[in-house]
């Protein structure tokens, strides 16, 4: 861990310490988060059970929606200068035909990136402490602290040694994933919830030659190659979850070789005598849902709050996004310039109106029950339902970065 991730400092036994926000993850959403509040001249604690860097699962490609936030938010350069390819086209391979889609600029930005985790979720939390979060790793959630009233004010934590310790906050945002102990913990109801659940297995394969993101529709079955650092690309396959379970799960070497072939013969000859420079990581699938994401004293951001099938590629776009969107909302709560209630249910609903859309159809990609007919315009009706975030993100103020020697808000 560099040096500007070090600041852990203890808390002082039988006080605990007070924050504007604590946020539960610091991976691309929480990260995200706690930069955006940050710069608005919030005291912010990020908390993460895992290690500064380490890797996660990951769907990698990040849609123009993401491409644009980093770019506004100072950090696109980073990710460039760490090698990350840029990518400007894409190419659909269909059972009637390719179709090649070249990239236009938009607001600055005329390439994708799809960055490993281990760089993005880096960058974003440097950039976080940069602006004056204190980020700690090592740290177990283990409850939300609540008021009588029943007002989440914080967490119940250990450290990595073990010690408990208690940390208070205005807003507890959870930022904790598919499986969130917040969402758990404050009640957080499902009000949509996906009927499909697809599989997916990938690896990264050195020498693989290609400069577009690249994805593979068959009936039955679907593959991708998504450049990324250090000369590799992610290579996916995915099928219906019952498939995975069946035919998979036992061999994710032999089930990936299984599954391309089926989706892409070509991809399967690319691939052909060419080793993953990791082992292979696997996604049995989980049906999509959109939970409650405010209450007293809480919210919920990225897959805490609403998750997609990896299959539509859109997560870390839904998270950077959504991430700015609460952080807009918490600060007009946190500075008084607007009830907490109406800023949250605010910030709902926008993600809401948002991701509809994208919600449906990926929905309908991940049942496998299209054909080589239907799905055409289920891409094109995914492609489609992308375009409204573009004019959300470029439609919203970029604050001036806070000085951290400068006091905090109260």
């Keep these: ?43 912010v604690l990020v908390v993460d059970r895992a290690r500064y860097g380490s890797d996660t699962l990951s769907t990698h490609a990040l849609m123009r929606g993401a491409v644009l936030q980093l ?24 059972a009637d035909g390719d179709v090649h889609v070249p990239l236009k600029p938009v607001a600055g930005t005329d390439a994708l990136y799809a960055p490993r985790r281990t760089l993005l979720d880096r960058v974003l939390v440097d950039a976080a402490v940069e602006a004056g979060a204190e980020v700690r790793f090592g740290v177990t959630v283990t409850d939300v602290a609540r008021q009588p009233t029943g007002r989440v004010v914080g967490i119940h934590a250990r450290n990595a040694a073990g010690a408990g310790f208690t940390a208070h906050g205005r807003l507890t945002i959870g930022a904790d994933g598919v499986r969130s102990l917040v969402a758990r913990r404050v009640g957080a109801a499902v009000e949509r919830a996906g009927t499909a659940a697809g599989a997916v297995v990938y690896g990264y394969f050195p020498g693989v030659g290609t400069d577009a993101y690249e994805w593979f ?25 019952e498939r995975f379970r069946r035919d998979v799960a036992g061999d994710l070497a032999g089930g990936l070789r299984r599954i391309l072939a089926d989706a892409s013969s070509a991809l399967a000859d690319r691939l052909a005598g060419v080793d993953p420079v990791s082992p292979l990581r696997g996604f049995p699938g989980v049906p999509g849902f959109v939970r409650r994401s405010w209450g007293p004293g809480w919210a919920l951001v990225g897959d805490a709050g609403h998750f997609k099938d990896p299959l539509g590629a859109h997560g870390i776009t839904d998270a950077l996004r959504d991430a700015e969107g609460l952080a807009i909302a918490a600060d007009a709560a946190l500075t008084g310039a607007g009830a907490e209630a109406a800023a949250l249910a605010g910030y709902q609903r926008e993600r809401d109106e948002l991701s ?41 103020d970029i604050p001036e970065r806070h000085d951290p020697a400068l006091p905090r808000s109260a």
Aim: contains cysteine.
């Design 217 to 241: 529709w068959t009936p039955g079955a679907t593959a991708g190659v998504i450049p990324t650092n250090d000369g590799a690309a992610v290579v996916f396959a995915g099928a219906p979850s």
């Design 356 to 396: 509809a859309a994208l919600f449906e159809v990926t929905d309908e990609l991940a049942a496998y029950r299209w054909d080589a007919d239907t799905v055409r315009p289920l891409l094109e009706s995914l492609s489609a339902a992308m375009r409204p975030e573009i004019g959300a993100i470029l439609g919203r």
């Design 1 to 43: 861990m560099p040096a500007t991730c070090a600041r852990t400092p203890t808390p002082t036994a039988g006080r605990a310490a007070v924050y504007d926000a604590i946020v539960v993850g610091a991976r691309a959403a929480g990260a995200a988060t706690a930069l955006q509040l940050a710069r608005r001249g919030h005291r």
């Design 71 to 94: 770019h506004r938010w100072g950090l696109l350069d980073r990710i460039a200068a760490a090698g990350t390819p840029a990518v400007r086209r894409v190419v659909f391979h269909l």
